[in-house]
């Protein structure tokens, strides 16, 4: 994004650094393709991936739902 929106970061004695845009796509809207990049990872790596062991399961079930000693 910096590389984009400026050309210079003078307090860092950085110049010539600008570029042009990828695709014509502004630095500020490339966040629409990350998070759609995201999702379709997080989808295609639960998909692929194979069940967590009960184990993992009970570990899970303890985080969300602790059982609190009364006193």
């Given at each position: 994004?910096?590389?984009?929106?400026?050309?210079?970061?003078?307090?860092?004695?950085?110049?010539?650094i600008?570029?042009?845009?990828?695709?014509?796509?502004?630095?500020?809207?490339?966040?629409?393709?990350?998070?759609?990049?995201?999702?379709?990872?997080?989808?295609?790596?639960?998909?692929?991936?194979k069940?967590?062991?009960?184990?993992?399961q009970?570990?899970?079930?303890?985080?969300?739902?602790?059982?609190?000693?009364?006193?």
């Amino acid at each position: 994004m910096v590389r984009v929106h400026f050309d210079a970061i003078p307090w860092l004695g950085i110049q010539g650094i600008g570029m042009e845009p990828w695709l014509g796509i502004q630095s500020t809207s490339a966040g629409v393709w990350g998070v759609a990049a995201g999702f379709l990872t997080i989808v295609v790596v639960s998909l692929l991936g194979k069940p967590p062991s009960q184990e993992t399961q009970d570990f899970v079930e303890s985080v969300r739902y602790p059982e609190f000693d009364r006193w």
